[in-house]
């Protein structure tokens, strides 16, 4: 039994499993703080997902520092990245409500 914690298997899912937590909460924290409008389920997690992709990239670009990982990804990028998708929901729901006069 010894042999199956040791195994490589077991640290990959370990960082998956510490992956799908960074993306589920920072999806969840942009969903609650800027109210995108989308109700969709399964939405606040796919933003953080599409925040760990897209975040490194962004905070590579304005020179910020990467600040604390987990399993090799920065949670500082996971949250800016799902800040912008959130961002993008935001006026995609704002442009199709119409106007308000």
Do not use: H
């Not at 499993?17 to 989308?38: K, N, Y």
């Not at 090799?72 to 949250?79: K, R, S, V």
């Amino acid at each position: 039994m010894q042999q199956v914690w040791e195994s490589g298997l077991v640290s990959n899912a370990w960082d998956l499993l510490q992956l799908v937590v960074v993306a589920a909460l920072a999806g969840w924290a942009t969903e609650r703080l800027l109210d995108t409008g989308v109700r969709t389920r399964g939405l606040p997690f796919l933003s953080g997902l599409f925040g760990l992709y897209v975040g490194p990239y962004l905070l590579d670009m304005t020179g910020w520092p990467v600040g604390p990982t987990i399993a090799g990804e920065p949670l500082f990028a996971a949250f800016a990245g799902s800040l912008a998708i959130g961002c993008f929901l935001k006026l995609a729901s704002l442009g199709a409500a119409g106007s308000r006069w």
